[in-house]
Protein backbone atom coordinates (compact mmCIF):
# COMPACT_ATOMS: atom_id res chain seq x y z
CA UNK A 1 0.00 0.00 0.00
CA UNK A 2 2.72 2.29 0.31
CA UNK A 3 3.46 4.36 -2.47
CA UNK A 4 3.77 8.36 -3.58
CA UNK A 5 1.00 10.77 -5.31
CA UNK A 6 2.50 12.60 -8.02
CA UNK A 7 0.63 15.36 -9.07
CA UNK A 8 1.21 18.87 -10.91
CA UNK A 9 2.15 18.21 -14.48
CA UNK A 10 0.73 19.30 -17.54
CA UNK A 11 1.20 21.36 -21.07
CA UNK A 12 3.74 24.44 -20.79
CA UNK A 13 4.84 26.80 -23.12
CA UNK A 14 8.62 26.94 -23.39
CA UNK A 15 10.34 29.12 -20.38
CA UNK A 16 7.47 28.10 -18.37
CA UNK A 17 7.27 27.12 -14.73
CA UNK A 18 5.27 24.22 -13.17
CA UNK A 19 5.03 22.80 -9.53
CA UNK A 20 4.74 19.26 -8.76
CA UNK A 21 4.10 17.40 -5.32
CA UNK A 22 4.61 14.24 -3.91
CA UNK A 23 3.11 12.88 -1.59
CA UNK A 24 2.97 10.11 0.70
CA UNK A 25 0.24 7.66 0.80
CA UNK A 26 0.46 4.53 3.57
CA UNK A 27 3.29 6.29 5.20
CA UNK A 28 5.10 9.15 6.67
CA UNK A 29 8.23 10.40 4.44
CA UNK A 30 10.25 12.60 7.43
CA UNK A 31 12.67 9.53 7.87
CA UNK A 32 13.33 9.27 4.02
CA UNK A 33 15.82 10.90 1.49
CA UNK A 34 13.11 11.72 -1.56
CA UNK A 35 14.38 11.42 -5.34
CA UNK A 36 12.49 12.65 -8.19
CA UNK A 37 13.08 11.33 -11.70
CA UNK A 38 11.72 11.43 -14.93
CA UNK A 39 11.54 9.24 -18.01
CA UNK A 40 11.02 10.86 -21.56
CA UNK A 41 9.53 8.70 -24.45
CA UNK A 42 11.90 6.17 -25.77
CA UNK A 43 14.61 7.04 -22.98
CA UNK A 44 15.56 5.26 -19.75
CA UNK A 45 14.52 6.54 -16.43
CA UNK A 46 16.79 9.96 -15.61
CA UNK A 47 17.58 10.71 -11.64
CA UNK A 48 16.86 14.60 -11.37
CA UNK A 49 17.14 15.61 -8.21
CA UNK A 50 17.27 14.44 -4.28
CA UNK A 51 16.50 15.69 -0.69
CA UNK A 52 17.75 14.29 2.42
CA UNK A 53 15.44 13.42 5.35
CA UNK A 54 16.34 16.95 6.93
CA UNK A 55 15.71 19.03 4.45
CA UNK A 56 19.58 20.45 4.53
CA UNK A 57 21.39 18.42 1.70
CA UNK A 58 19.75 18.32 -1.96
CA UNK A 59 21.65 17.50 -5.23
CA UNK A 60 20.62 18.25 -9.02
CA UNK A 61 21.37 17.24 -12.40
CA UNK A 62 23.04 18.96 -14.55
CA UNK A 63 20.79 19.12 -16.93
CA UNK A 64 18.23 20.97 -14.28
CA UNK A 65 20.59 22.58 -12.08
CA UNK A 66 19.45 25.85 -11.87
CA UNK A 67 16.84 25.60 -13.24
CA UNK A 68 14.72 23.33 -10.74
CA UNK A 69 14.28 23.30 -6.82
CA UNK A 70 13.39 20.43 -4.67
CA UNK A 71 12.12 21.01 -1.31
CA UNK A 72 9.78 19.28 1.51
CA UNK A 73 7.34 19.93 4.19
CA UNK A 74 7.27 16.84 6.34
CA UNK A 75 4.28 18.10 8.36
CA UNK A 76 2.57 17.51 4.61
CA UNK A 77 3.84 14.42 4.58
CA UNK A 78 4.81 16.09 0.49
CA UNK A 79 7.92 16.89 -1.35
CA UNK A 80 7.80 19.47 -3.85
CA UNK A 81 9.57 19.67 -7.52
CA UNK A 82 9.22 23.41 -8.60
CA UNK A 83 10.42 24.10 -12.28
CA UNK A 84 11.20 26.62 -14.42
CA UNK A 85 12.43 27.78 -17.27
CA UNK A 86 10.78 24.89 -18.58
CA UNK A 87 12.43 23.33 -22.31
CA UNK A 88 11.16 20.79 -24.66
CA UNK A 89 13.61 18.44 -23.28
CA UNK A 90 12.53 18.45 -19.91
CA UNK A 91 9.15 16.80 -21.49
CA UNK A 92 8.67 13.21 -19.20
CA UNK A 93 6.81 11.21 -16.85
CA UNK A 94 8.13 12.90 -13.36
CA UNK A 95 8.28 10.11 -10.59
CA UNK A 96 9.46 10.50 -7.08
CA UNK A 97 10.20 7.63 -4.96
CA UNK A 98 11.88 7.10 -1.11
CA UNK A 99 15.65 5.78 -0.15
CA UNK A 100 17.91 6.20 2.66
CA UNK A 101 20.59 8.28 1.58
CA UNK A 102 20.86 11.92 -0.98
CA UNK A 103 23.31 11.56 -3.27
CA UNK A 104 23.67 11.26 -7.34
CA UNK A 105 25.43 7.82 -6.58
CA UNK A 106 22.41 5.62 -5.11
CA UNK A 107 21.04 3.34 -7.46
CA UNK A 108 17.84 3.61 -9.02
CA UNK A 109 17.15 -0.04 -7.67
CA UNK A 110 17.60 1.25 -4.10
CA UNK A 111 14.65 3.71 -4.57
CA UNK A 112 11.07 2.55 -3.47
CA UNK A 113 7.37 3.23 -3.31
CA UNK A 114 7.24 4.85 -6.80
CA UNK A 115 3.94 6.66 -7.58
CA UNK A 116 2.21 6.18 -10.95
CA UNK A 117 3.87 9.35 -12.09
CA UNK A 118 3.04 13.02 -13.44
CA UNK A 119 3.05 13.94 -17.27
CA UNK A 120 5.16 17.23 -18.16
CA UNK A 121 4.97 18.61 -21.74
CA UNK A 122 6.75 21.45 -22.48
CA UNK A 123 6.12 22.44 -26.06
CA UNK A 124 5.61 25.61 -28.07
Known amino acids: QAHFVESGGGLVQPGGSLNLSCTAS????????IGWFRQAPGKARERISCISSSGLKTHFADSVRGRFTISRENAENTVWLQMNSLKPEDTGVYYC?????????????????WGQGTQVTVSS
Open 26 to 33: GFTLESYA
Open 97 to 113: ASTYYCNMYVSITAFEN
